[in-house]
């Protein structure tokens, strides 16, 4: 038995942060699923834009799209759905045989609605319509002003993975905008059981960091910042509040460690997998952190019952001049800026690609 299952059975779900065509057509993703214990997926306009601007292997596929008449985020939209419902698909078993605790897929929302609630409760609808799929989460930022939409798309029926936490007080303003939408439903004689995940990012803290603190304060902010959320997570959990509405129908919103790829060059390869194995989570890595953990990962199962052990940590930083309240609110806004960036440059990078696809005679994709 390799890490990766070993890591599943100890009540984690390790999800690939990673989609494109060649994963697809290649049975990579198939395998993944097979053979390294891979039990869902994620996407963000940085990897599909990554994904489209290396080689043609979405040139077919565009050229159909502006056929039919489209451009812009409408083909972006097009494209990605092709993607996700096919890996939504070979998630599909897995999905059933959990009774959709795994095998979701997730798909964002535009960046550019982040200010604009109503709008982005609308395309989250659309999308998750059209994907047709009832294991795909369209995700939705949870910053300030995503948190109406949060609410409305979860009492709406619509599965959400809330992207871009990165604090515990983040993570709980998150799942109390999950819990209204659930409470609303259940009032309205509605069925509770809307599925969701909370992502919490970890690596950009220690990057954030790392010129800031002394040696032996390096690379421990992450790990610290995901062991304190996963305490509030046990303990919203707990409460009466989330037990009646468990006891009504509704099922937790697992917390997702998202970010898990480690980015000094100097720490281990496995640093924040090894270190947030925790049940009933998710870790969503890119493919170099899965096949790193899948070749010599290990286990560390030993935090999970050390909530002073993670404020202690998190105490240091404090005393070696880290604002964290304020570092969490400007690490979520960078976030977000980032996002639009990325989502920018896809769009450029599909003109682009449509451009030259419209002046080229037609050939097949490699």
């Not at 998750?128 to 995700?139: M, S």
């Not at 560390?300 to 969490?328: M, N």
């Amino acid at each position: 038995m390799n890490a990766t299952e070993r890591l599943y059975r100890s009540g984690q779900s390790l999800w690939l942060d990673n989609i494109t065509r060649e994963l697809l057509t290649s049975g990579t993703l198939a395998r993944y699923i097979r053979e390294l214990a891979v039990k869902g997926l994620t996407s963000n306009p940085t990897i599909f834009d990554h994904a489209i601007k290396k080689g043609n292997a979405y040139d077919t596929a565009i050229r159909e799209q502006l056929a039919a008449g489209l451009s812009g985020e409408q083909l972006f939209f097009a494209l990605a759905l092709q993607d996700l419902t096919a890996a939504a698909d070979l998630f599909r078993e897995l999905h059933e045989r959990t009774a959709g605790v795994d095998g979701w897929v997730s798909l964002e929302v535009s960046p550019l609605l982040a200010r604009d609630a109503g709008t982005t409760l609308s395309e989250a609808r659309e999308l998750h319509a059209r994907a047709g799929r009832p294991n795909l989460y369209i995700k939705i930022p949870g910053t300030p002003e995503g948190l109406p939409a949060i609410e409305e798309a979860i009492f709406a029926g619509v599965p959400i993975n809330v992207t871009l936490l990165f604090s515990p007080a983040q993570y709980v303003a998150a799942a109390e905008a999950y819990l209204r939408g659930v409470e609303r439903r259940i009032q309205a004689g509605l069925n509770p059981n809307v599925s969701s995940v909370a992502s919490v990012f970890i690596s950009r803290w220690d990057v954030a960091v790392a010129e800031r603190v002394p040696a032996q304060l390096v690379n421990a902010l992450g790990l610290a910042i995901g062991r304190s959320t996963y305490h509030a997570y046990s303990k919203l959990l707990g409460s009466d509040r989330w037990r009646q509405a468990f006891n009504a129908g509704a099922r937790p919103q697992r917390l997702l460690f998202a970010s898990t790829g480690t980015k000094d060059p100097k720490a281990s390869d496995i640093l924040y997998v090894k270190g947030l194995n925790a049940p009933l989570t998710v870790n969503t890595v890119p493919e170099g952190t899965l096949k790193a953990f899948a070749d010599h990962g290990e286990l560390d199962a030993q935090w999970t019952a050390d909530q002073a052990g993670s404020e202690r940590v998190l105490a240091d930083f404090r005393k070696a001049g880290i604002d964290l309240d304020a570092l969490a609110t400007r690490l979520q806004e960078e976030g977000a800026a980032s996002f639009v960036a990325s989502w920018n440059d896809l769009l450029s990078v599909i003109e682009t690609k449509s451009s030259s696809i419209r002046t080229q005679p037609r050939r097949a994709a490699s």
